[in-house]
């Protein structure tokens, strides 16, 4: 339903063509990381976040939030600034579970921004604070390694949880 209504209030758009986000502040990278097998896999990504830096009507900042294994990240940024060094990469972890995605989102406990140097200005920071500040949730910078560590650790600690109340 959500989708819908954004959609049809021209809040929302679906394209297969990168410059379709020519004009905009930054781009959002969200893709599956399993293979068919359910094993991770960060092709998808790495080729998403390349196709993006090859086309120069794509914003130059390009946030991650598929699930990456730490180190992954800095990777990718370093690609994406070898074919285009104005290039800024940061990994934004989603942590929502299924059934509960919508208000998750809406409401999360954390919000997590990983930047390349967290301790000097960043304006993809500052725009993805502006982005998720009106949630009322603490709003975490770090470097993006730490970022992604933080998202495993979210997930290792969901599914013992899991096993937990499954073995009672």
């Known amino acids: 339903e959500l989708v819908a209504e954004g959609v049809a209030d021209g809040r929302l758009e679906f394209h297969a063509d990168p410059g379709a986000s020519a004009g905009s502040r930054l781009v959002i990278v969200a893709v599956g990381t399993l293979d068919a097998d359910g094993e991770w896999f960060g ?6 976040v390349e196709d993006l830096v090859r086309d120069p009507r794509v914003p130059r900042s390009i946030v991650i939030r598929s699930t990456l294994l730490p180190g992954t990240a800095v990777e990718i940024a ?17 942590f929502t579970r299924e059934a509960s995605a919508v208000e998750d989102f809406l409401g ?5 921004i990983g930047v390349a140097d967290p301790a000097s200005d960043s304006p993809i920071a500052d725009d993805l604070h502006r982005l998720y500040e009106p949630l009322g949730a603490p709003i975490v910078v770090t470097d993006l390694t730490s970022a992604e560590t933080i998202k495993i650790a979210s997930n290792v600690f969901l599914a013992a949880k899991i096993t937990f109340a499954n073995e009672l």
């Open 43 to 48: 092709g998808l990504v790495t080729r998403a």
């Open 78 to 94: 370093r690609a994406a600034r070898a074919i285009d060094p104005s290039v800024v990469v940061a990994f934004n972890p989603e």
């Open 108 to 112: 999360p406990d954390r919000v997590v």
